[in-house]
Every structure is written in C-alpha cells, then in structure tokens.
C-alpha cells in the first residue's frame, strides 16, 4: 500500500524546540510563563489590529467563555452557523441556551445575511430576541462580515467570530477574527498552525480577555487562599503548547502561501472536469486556503462518495464536507432559517488533503486518483 496521505497534518517549522526547550530549562511547565505572554502578544501582532489575546486550551474553550461574558444562560437563544463543526454550537447547549441554525449562502458556503435577518426579525416577534450570533469563516474562507455585521448593529446583538479555520485569511483587508465583539482561534494538530491542542479568545474589549483569563484559571479571586465568587473552567493553555505556537508564528505565512498554493495546483489540474467546481474567494476575500474544498456534480455517475470511496482506495485521506448542525441528532429539535444549500453543499462536497507539508508528488497523487475516477466511468476528458 502507498504511504498514507492526510487531509491536514502538522507541519513544524523547526523553531518550535527552542520555546519548548527554554520551557523545560527554566522550569516554567505550568499553565504560565513567557511564553502564554509571548504567544499572546504575537497573535495579537499578527491580527493587527486593537484586540486583546487570550490563550486557551482550545477554540471551543473560547466559544464558551465568549458567551458567558456576553450573558448567555439557560432559556437564551444564540444564532449558530448551520455549516459547521460541532464544536461552534456545543457551547451554547453546555450553557443551557437555545442553538438557532441559520443556512449557509452559495458564494462562501458560510452564514446567509438574508435569512440571519430573518430568523432575528422572527425570534424578537415571538418575544425571543437572541444574545449573541456565530458566524464561522469555513475551510478559512471568509464570511459576508460587512453585512453581518451591520444586521448585528442594526439589532444590537453581539458577534463571536469563529475564525478557528481562519487565521491569516481577511475580509476586505482585515484580519478574520477581528470583527466580532469577540472570536476564537484553533490551534488543533490539523489547523493551519498547531500547539498540539490549543485555541485563543480574540476580544476587542480589555476587560472581555482579562474575565476570559480569570474563568479560564477557575476563577479564582484576590486573596491568600483560595476564594471563589464564580464557577470557574480549567482552559489555559499550558506554557510549553504556547511555546510550540510561539515556533509557528514564526512560519504562519509561509504555511497559508503553501496551501493557497495546493488550492491553485488544484484548480488548475482539475479544471478540464465540468462535473468539479471550487470554494473561491470573492472580490472581498483572502483565504488561507486550509482546506481545498470542491463540489461534485453527480450528473454523470460520479458523486463525492465515488471519489472519495477510491481516494480512500489509494490511502488517500478526505473527508465530506461538515454535516450541518439542523441535520445532527443531537440538534434536531433546534429551530432552523434557510433554503436547502447547506444540505447540497453536505450531500455533494469534499475537502482535499491540504496541509502545508505536501509534496508535489502527493498532490500529483491526488490529482491523478480524481481524473482516473472520472475515466473510469466514461467521462470524456474536457477540454484537454
């Protein structure tokens, strides 16, 4: 069998020892230290922009500290992506409220402006006017945040951007993360930089991040001894995974250009096959590209599941794209706002393996299990 291709893998740039090293060296192995401080400040560069950084012990651990500080408890409702993974709605039920899944548009796959106004017009008539709205920039493509934005001003509801898959993609010019009262960050082992497992809060306000740090340390208060006024989570991020992120800082950039990079290789090679269309960027958009989706046209005999049955074949990792949250059992009581384009995008899409660290010959790879899928079944090579 040939060697195993992934989807998204770590990829390490060869500064990441030296913050660990100096870790260990100095004995700071703990949930502080220099480098939580020195990865802070360098998240905080990088997003250019006056946002105050929070490290964590992952995305989700932002998610739900977000909505605590906004005030989110039992009985509320929060305005959720429906396009999306788990873990953008699960905060929302541990605080006992109330998902409400908004439908995806067409041109970014992420949360419709049109039918978010809807669901917002239609909860206050009912006497329900939500807490808080989530919208995620999917696969690091970014959402329409310029009308998000203005329907969450407009009705004075707050943002948590989840830019887990997002960092260093921009919406006209800004950095995704930096629009919303408050966002996460991911730094899980397949995103496009890793701490291993680890997330960030991003909030414009002083006082959000300083409240994130003090639930995230158990919310423990001033004094000698132990005191605590408030239920408090155990969610800092450990100072030897700040310093594995303190290292990927260093090649971010580099990371987003390689898989922006895949993305190009991959359009380019596959353009030929009419049944294959792309996730692409918008006039207003910059992607990081982390991961390469495309959609399958099943009009002749090949679906997603074809390709993806024989890439699997070949030892070649993809995956579906998120199964909406309206669809997951877990949410199906949640009420939903929207046509049908998050359940097509689910039926018919597929991320590509997309990491940073792949060779030319694997995305030759990749690329070739596709056309032979498609020549297998009778269809004539397009254009070629």
Not at 154 to 160: C, E, L
Not at 167 to 195: D, P
Not at 295 to 314: C, F, Q, W, Y
Request: include cysteine.
């Amino acid at each position: 069998m040939q060697k195993k291709i992934w989807l998204s893998s770590p990829h390490m740039g060869g500064f990441e020892k030296e913050y660990v090293k100096e870790a260990f060296d100095t004995n700071w192995v703990s949930t502080l230290g220099p480098n939580v401080t020195g990865f802070e400040i360098d998240l905080k560069l990088y997003l250019n922009a006056d946002s105050n950084v929070a490290a964590l012990s992952s995305g989700t651990a932002a998610i739900h500290l977000a909505l605590i500080i906004l005030g989110v408890g039992p009985g509320d409702e929060v305005l959720c992506q429906s396009m999306t993974f788990s873990a953008s709605a699960n905060p929302i039920a541990y605080l006992g409220a109330t998902p409400i899944f908004i439908d995806s548009e067409s041109e970014t796959w992420n949360m419709s402006p049109e039918y978010l106004e809807k669901a917002i017009f239609d909860r206050i008539s009912q006497g329900k006017k939500p807490k808080a709205i989530i919208p995620v920039h999917l696969y690091g493509m970014p959402a329409k945040m310029g009308e998000i934005m203005r329907i969450a001003e407009k009705y004075h509801i707050g943002v948590i951007e989840d830019a887990a898959e997002a960092l260093g993609s921009r919406y006209k010019g800004q950095n995704c993360g930096t629009f919303g009262e408050m966002a996460c960050l991911s730094f899980n082992g397949n995103k496009i930089i890793t701490t291993s497992g680890g997330g960030a809060l991003v909030a414009k306000q002083q006082e959000h991040s300083d409240k994130a740090v003090f639930l995230a340390t158990q919310a423990r208060d001033e004094a000698p001894h132990y005191e605590h006024t408030h239920i408090g989570y155990n969610y800092r991020m450990s100072n030897i995974c700040a310093g594995i992120g303190r290292g990927q800082m260093l090649v971010l950039d580099k990371h987003v250009d390689k898989r922006r990079s895949n993305f190009e290789f991959y359009k380019k090679s596959l353009a030929h096959i009419s049944e294959i269309s792309f996730l692409e960027e918008t006039k207003d958009s910059f992607s990081n590209c982390w991961l390469s989706c495309i959609m399958v046209n099943p009009k002749n005999g090949v679906s997603r599941e074809t390709i993806r049955l024989a890439l699997l074949e070949d030892n070649i990792e993809t995956r579906p794209l998120w199964k909406p949250m309206h669809m997951q059992p877990v949410f199906k009581d949640a009420p939903y706002y929207g046509a049908n384009v998050s359940e097509q995008l689910f039926e018919n899409g597929l991320c590509l393996p997309s990491g940073s660290n792949l060779s030319q010959e694997e995305l030759d790879r990749v690329v070739n299990g596709i056309v032979n899928v498609f020549e297998n079944n009778g269809v004539k090579k397009v254009g070629l």
